[in-house]
Nanobody, 123 residues
Framework: QVQLVESGGGLVQAGGSLRLSCAAS????????TAWFSQAPGKEREFVAGDNGSGGGTNYRDSVRGRFTVSRDRAKNTVFLQMNSLKPEDTAVYYC????????????????WGQGTLVTVSS
């Protein structure tokens, strides 16, 4: 069982930056694909960015490509989502998720989830 704990959310003005962290409880995390999802009020959970772990490679939702960067610190079993040039429409609860094999954009494909961290971008 892998437990994920997100942190780093908060309130930021448009154009600002935040870095989200997702810390895992198990060393097997390094072999898992990880992803970040966002869920705005009244909307479905959407894929934001993913990292394939040992398999290499990342992918991003079109609306965040060039602004957000996903990275991983294997020694600390932690993945990060660096969010720059934030926009009000980025406001959502952000969730970290992990699964075996490769990144999927479908949230139903993920076995492990964090509790979420709220990001609020003011205009």
């Amino acid at each position: 069982q892998v437990q994920l704990v997100e942190s780093g959310g908060g309130l930021v003005q448009a154009g600002g930056s935040l870095r989200l962290s997702c810390a895992a409880s198990s060393d097997t995390f390094s072999n898992l694909a990880t992803a970040w999802f966002s869920q705005a009020p009244g909307k479905e959970r959407e894929f934001v960015a993913g990292d394939n772990g040992s398999g290499g490679g990342t992918n991003y939702r079109d609306s965040v490509r060039g602004r957000f960067t996903v990275s991983r610190d294997r020694a600390k079993n932690t993945v990060f989502l660096q969010m720059n040039s934030l926009k009000p429409e980025d406001t959502a609860v952000y969730y970290c998720a992990a699964r075996r094999w490769t990144v999927s954009t479908n949230p139903n494909d993920y076995r492990y989830w964090g509790q979420g961290t709220l990001v609020t971008v003011s205009s």
